[in-house]
C-alpha cells in the first residue's frame, strides 16, 4: 500500500503540470484567475511531494495487483484536486458537482452540471478542456514513461490502465518507448484537429477547446448549445472525421505513422466492423427519422443524424440536435451504439468492438456446437485463434458489465427518478458518452440530479473509465491477502 502511494505522489507532482494549460489561457485572456490555478498547481505539487516523501523508503518495484490500486487512487485524488480551481472561480459551486465536472472532464465523459457556458472565464473552459485531454489518454500512460526515470517500473500501470487486447501488444522493445510514442500520435492527431477546425471557421480558442475535447473523446464544449452553437457543416465534417480516428485503436495510429502506410488499417478489424457499424446505423436512422417527417429532406435528416450517431456512438457526445426529440426507436439506437462501438486501445469507452466481435464468434460457435457437437471450432478473429481464456475473461466482463447498468440504473429509480432518465444516465456515465434522455438529455444537464443521484453518477463514469474490473477487484477479500 505505501508503495503504491509513493508512486500515486509522483503522479500528483507529475499532474501539477496540467494547470499550466488554464494558467496561460488566464495571461492570454486576462480573467482574473491566475492565482486560482497557481493555487491549484501549488496544493496539486505539494500534496503530492509530501505523500512522495513520506513514503519514499517504501518506495519498491510495483506487482500486478498494485496497478489496479495505483490507478483507482489516481483518477480518485485527481478529480478531487482538480475541483479546487472550480470551487474558487464558482462560487455556490458545491463540492459534489465540482468533483462531478471534474471526474466527467478526466474520464473523458463530457456530461456537465455547469450552465452559462458562453459567458464562463475562458480560463476555467481550458480547465475543463485539459482534464479531457490528459484524461483522454490516460495520465497512466504518461506516468508510464516518466516515471520509469525515478526507478518505478511501467509495465503494471500500463496493463491496468489499457484494455482489451492492446495491453499485451508491445509496440516497441520497452513500454515506456511505447507509451511515449503513443503521446506523440495523440499530440499529432491533436494539432491536425485543431488546424482542420481553424480552417473550418472557428476561432483559435474554440479550435484548441474542441480538437482537446475530439481527440480525448470527451464532448465538453466552451458553448450551452455544444457544436449546435456554429451551425456549420464545414465544422462538423472535420469534427466527425477526428471523432471517428480517435475512435480507433491508437496502435494503428502509431503503426501507419511507423510503417508509412495506410495498409495497416486494412488488416483491423476493429475499425472496418465500426466503420460499417456507423455506416448501416446512420443510414438507417436517418431514413426512420425522415420517414417520421422530423425533418423536410432526407439531406438535412442525414446530416444531423450522421453527426449525432456518430458522435454518441464513439462516447464523444457533441450534440448539434436534441436526438431526445426524435422517435424513441432512434433515440434508443443512439444510446446503445455508444455501448460498443469505439475500438480497444481507443479514448474512447463502453464494451468495445474487439469484445462485441468475440462475444458474436463464441455465439456461432455455441449454435455450430449444438449441431455438431464433436466439432472442434476455436474462436477465431481474422483467421486468428481467441484462446479460451480471452473469451472467458470477455464474457465476465459482460457480466459485470450489464450487472452494473442494472444495479446501479435500480440505484437512480429508487432515489426517485424515472426509468429513461436512470437508463440512460447510467448507460450515458458507463460509457462515458456523456448525454441521456429524459432529465439528462442533451437539450438538458445534469445540474437537476440530487446529490446522491450525481454521486451515483459519479462512481458510473470512474468504473466505466477503469473497465470495472480494476475497481471492483479492490472490492475482493483475496486482493487485500498477502
Known amino acids: 500500500m505505501l508503495a503504491v502511494l509513493n508512486v ?156 482489451g487486447s492492446v495491453k499485451n501488444e508491445k509496440l516497441t522493445p520497452r513500454i515506456t518507448q511505447t507509451a511515449r510514442a503513443l503521446w506523440v500520435v495523440y499530440v499529432l492527431i491533436t494539432l491536425a484537429c485543431l488546424v482542420g477546425l481553424k480552417l473550418a471557421g472557428m476561432s483559435w480558442f474554440d479550435a484548441v477547446f474542441h480538437s482537446f475535447s475530439t481527440v480525448s473523446l470527451g464532448g465538453f464544449s466552451n458553448y450551452d448549445a455544444s457544436i449546435g452553437k456554429f451551425d456549420s457543416v464545414p465544422i462538423e465534417i472535420v469534427l466527425a472525421v477526428f471523432m471517428f480516428i480517435a475512435a480507433v485503436n491508437f496502435s494503428r495510429h502509431l503503426m501507419a505513422w511507423q510503417q508509412k502506410s495506410l495498409r495497416t488499417y486494412l488488416a483491423d478489424v476493429e475499425a472496418l466492423a465500426m466503420a460499417r457499424l456507423l455506416a448501416w446505423s446512420i443510414l438507417g436512422v436517418s431514413v426512420y427519422v425522415w420517414a417520421s417527417d422530423v425533418y423536410p429532406s432526407f439531406p438535412s435528416a442525414l446530416r444531423h443524424v450522421a453527426f449525432n450517431v456518430l458522435s454518441m456512438a464513439t462516447t464523444c457526445g457533441f450534440v448539434t440536435q436534441d436526438y431526445a426529440a426524435w422517435p424513441m426507436f432512434a433515440a434508443i439506437v443512439v444510446m446503445i451504439l455508444t455501448c460498443y462501438t469505439c475500438s480497444t486501445g481507443s479514448t474512447g469507452g463502453g464494451i468495445k468492438m474487439f469484445r ?127
Not at 17 to 36: C, H, K, N, W
Not at 118 to 130: G, L, Q, Y
Not at 134 to 141: H, N, R
Not at 364 to 381: D, G, M, N, Y
Open 8 to 163: 500515486l505522489g509522483s503522479m500528483l507532482m507529475l499532474f501539477s503540470v496540467t494547470y499550466a494549460l488554464p494558467m496561460i489561457t488566464s495571461v492570454i485572456f486576462r480573467d482574473g484567475l491566475l492565482i486560482e490555478f497557481v493555487y491549484g498547481a501549488v496544493l496539486c505539487f505539494g500534496s503530492g511531494a509530501i505523500v512522495y516523501g513520506l513514503t519514499l523508503k517504501h518506495r519498491r518495484e510495483l506487482r500486478s495487483r498494485d496497478g489496479f490500486l495505483l490507478v483507482t487512487l489516481a483518477w480518485m485524488f485527481m478529480a478531487v484536486i482538480a475541483t479546487l480551481p472550480l470551487m474558487i472561480a464558482l462560487p455556490g459551486l458545491s463540492f459534489t458537482d465540482a468533483f462531478y465536472e471534474a471526474m466527467s472532464g478526466i474520464t473523458t465523459t463530457g456530461s456537465t452540471v455547469l450552465t452559462g457556458l458562453d459567458s464562463m472565464p475562458p480560463s476555467i473552459n481550458m480547465w475543463r478542456a485539459a482534464l479531457h485531454w490528459f484524461g483522454g489518454m490516460g495520465i497512466i500512460v504518461l506516468a508510464v514513461a516518466i516515471l520509469p526515470l525515478l526507478g518505478v517500473g511501467g509495465m503494471q500501470l500500463y496493463k491496468a490502465e489499457t484494455p
Open 356 to 482: 462485441t466481435l468475440v462475444l458474436m464468434k463464441q455465439a456461432s460457435r455455441e449454435l455450430w456446437l449444438l449441431v455438431h457437437p464433436q466439432a472442434v471450432t476455436p474462436v477465431k478473429i481474422r483467421n486468428q485463434v481467441v484462446s479460451n481464456h480471452i473469451v472467458f475473461s470477455v464474457l465476465a466482463f459482460v457480466v459485470l458489465y450489464f450487472g452494473t447498468v442494472v444495479t446501479l440504473t435500480f440505484v437512480l429509480l429508487a432515489s426517485g427518478l424515472d426509468f429513461i432518465s436512470a437508463f440512460s444516465a447510467i448507460i450515458g456515465m458507463i460509457n462515458n458518452a456523456g448525454p441521456g434522455l429524459g432529465v439528462v438529455g442533451p437539450a438538458s444537464n445534469f445540474q437537476g440530479l440530487t446529490d446522491f443521484q450525481t454521486w451515483v453518477c459519479s462512481l458510473a463514469m470512474l468504473l466505466g473509465r477503469l473497465e470495472i474490473f480494476s475497481v471492483l477487484v479492490l472490492l475482493t477479500p483475496t486482493f487485500w491477502r498477502k
